[in-house]
């Protein structure tokens, strides 16, 4: 798990933890003695990529730091249905407060990842990688990229602290490209900070704009055609990496990924999934 992420996969654990058991789980500890012990294993239901191993394990030692677990699928694998992920053996109790937090996150993140998968392989054979945004689920952005990555796209940035994106309304707000580039880069060398820039054009001519206040590491063609991409993309002249955004599908995105694009971003990887099935079964 990259470093940056740990801090927020914790607090998300933390808070489903609080969510889903409260003050306890009350069925049960009606139900099973406390020194009971049992096993479970994740049994796939659906084929597909998974996803959220790691942060299940996570989840389990959280609840229990003893608890054994038998991974025998990794993160990013194709499943099928009938396989099982891995079995897990502790307290009963823990197993059973987990179960619906694992599942949760699991089902989640292998719909991402095998969403992802799908588009990956589309740009096959090209140069260009497709990317997340930021239409995620509060709070479970985080679990979201980490999916993304697993099935194969590459991460934009995380939120609104690790990277500036001046978008139409930025532009239309500062009073146009150069004013706004401007005043990022002021704001950013007044604050040492180093993270990079990007700006969004909406014509071609807005590239030469975006040249002439210089600064930009990347450019992103928003609602282009892919025949508008590959003059944009020719016009940049590889001074900066480029972007497409904006009503991009299944069906084109591999025309702009010829026209030589470097990125595609698709909020459909994290916003129009569906979640892999899959359950956590007792076992002997």
């Given amino acids: ?67 054994q677990i038998d991974i025998l699928i990794e993160d990013g694998a194709r499943v099928k249905v009938g396989d099982v992920a891995f079995y897990v053996e502790g307290r009963t109790r823990t197993l059973l407060q987990a179960e619906r937090i694992v599942l949760n996150i699991m089902q989640r993140m292998s719909g991402v990842a095998t969403q992802t998968a799908v588009y990956a392989k589309i740009l096959e054979g090209t140069s260009c990688k497709v990317l997340d945004t930021r239409k995620t689920t509060p709070g479970m952005r985080v679990l979201d990229k980490m999916a993304v990555k697993i099935g194969g796209g590459e991460n934009h940035r995380i939120g609104l602290f690790d990277m500036v994106l001046l978008k139409d309304n930025h532009i239309d707000f500062a009073g146009g490209i150069i004013p706004a580039i401007e005043a990022t880069k002021r704001y950013l060398a007044e604050k040492g900070k180093n993270i990079p820039i990007e700006c969004e054009v909406r014509s071609l001519s807005d590239i030469d704009l975006v040249f002439e206040a210089g600064g930009v590491d990347r450019i992103m063609f928003d609602n282009f055609t892919p025949e508008q991409t590959r003059k944009a993309v020719e016009k940049v002249e590889g001074r900066c990496s480029t972007e497409s955004s904006g009503g991009i599908t299944l069906e084109t995105m591999r025309a702009y990924a010829e026209a030589g694009v470097d990125y595609i971003s698709v909020g459909a990887l994290t916003h129009q999934i569906k979640s892999l099935d899959m359950s956590l079964k007792a076992c002997k």
């Fill in 1 to 67: 798990m990259k470093a940056e992420y740990v801090k927020f996969v914790d607090e998300l654990i933390e808070l489903a933890i609080k969510e889903d058991i409260g003050d306890g789980d009350h069925t049960s500890l009606a139900t099973i003695p406390e020194d009971a012990r049992g096993r479970m294993k994740l049994l796939v239901k659906q084929e597909g990529i998974i996803a959220g191993i790691e942060v299940a394990v996570a989840v389990f030692r959280r609840l229990d730091p003893t608890i």
